[in-house]
């Protein structure tokens, strides 16, 4: 399995929408990939760090699962341009892409 991350770094230059990358953000992922091998949505929302009461080092980590990098590879070709489009829409700042074959034990 792949899963390609999507970190977006939390510094006090830098605005995160929690509202659309909750709501219409993923919508638009499920209606670009669902027919392109996307397997599922995780998000995690950043609430903590190292030593407790330290700032979270990221907004949030978006993941999507893919069975092969084949079917990676193929869904961002046709729809990358989509969602470097809809970045600003809620969040000011960079983003930083992972891409993980993903080892269950």
């Given at each position: 399995m792949i899963r390609l991350s999507v970190m977006?770094?939390?510094s006090s230059a830098?605005?995160?929408d929690w509202d659309y990358y909750?709501?219409?953000h993923p919508a638009l992922a499920k209606k670009f990939l669902a027919q392109r091998g996307l397997l599922r949505i995780e998000i995690d929302r950043g609430v903590g760090a190292f030593p407790p009461g330290a700032p979270v080092l990221f907004h949030t980590?978006?993941?999507l699962f893919f069975h092969r990098m084949q079917d990676l590879e193929s869904a961002m070709a046709a729809t990358?341009?989509?969602?470097?489009?809809d970045q600003p829409k809620y969040l000011s700042g960079e983003s930083i892409i992972q891409i993980s074959g993903v080892v269950e034990t």
């Open positions: 977006y770094p939390n830098s605005t995160f909750l709501g219409p980590l978006g993941h990358a341009s989509e969602f470097i489009e």
